[in-house]
């Protein structure tokens, strides 16, 4: 059953009988990302309890104009008649039911972003020299391997980590092309600017 964050934090409320008592939102995050870690967690490491994430979540459903929650972070959460009623008309969550949490609007947005920019990162890759020559058992230049990354003699230690870092990420799920990074990344950071030489007697 695909349901939604709120719906996830409702049934987290509820298996704390938030019904009968005020809940600590840190004790609702924890129930909440029982339930549904990839949502609750932290979007690379989501074992870890994204507490502002839930802190949100459950001001969004109090603020709705019938809402399922009330309560504050202050004073802590509780059930409405509204959420009550809603849990006995979905019990099944209660027990055991597999649950989908179903993406925001705005995640499903950004989620599609971050996918047509991946995949135009890839095609970069691939079309480049240093990929080419890669494939072809060639040595390449590291001039060319910081082409890959968008990066001169002249960019700052501190761009060129991140942008690094950047494209590695963006390239994860494509083993040839993870492999080729690993190599190249070696070879771009070997690029140094040139040395001036003050010429005299």
């Known amino acids: 059953m695909r349901i939604t964050k709120k719906d996830v934090a409702v049934v987290a409320l509820s298996s704390l009988r938030g019904a009968a008592n005020e809940i600590d939102t840190e004790d609702v995050a924890i129930a909440a990302h029982a339930i549904a870690p990839a949502a609750f967690g932290w979007k690379k490491h989501t074992e870890h309890i994204d507490l502002d994430a839930v802190r949100t979540t459950l001001r969004h459903e109090a603020e709705t104009p019938n809402p399922r929650i009330g309560g504050s ?26 649950i989908t949490v179903a993406e925001t609007p705005a995640a499903t947005q950004r989620h599609r972003a ?39 003699e002249y960019t700052p230690a501190k761009d060129r980590t991140h942008k690094t870092a950047r494209l590695q990420e963006l390239a994860k799920g494509d083993k040839d092309i993870e492999d080729f990074i690993k190599v190249a990344i070696a070879a771009a950071l070997e690029l140094r600017a040139p040395t001036s030489r003050r010429e005299g007697k």
Do not use: C, K, P, Y
């Open 73 to 98: 972070i202050r004073q802590g959460w509780h059930l409405t008649s509204h959420g009550t009623a809603w849990i006995e008309g979905n019990r099944a969550l209660l027990n055991g039911a597999e």
């Open 114 to 152: 971050e996918t047509r920019q991946s995949g135009a990162v890839i095609n970069r890759i691939r079309t480049s020299d240093a990929f080419r020559m890669w494939t072809q058992g060639t040595e390449f230049t590291t001039r060319q391997a910081a082409e890959v990354f968008r990066i001169d």
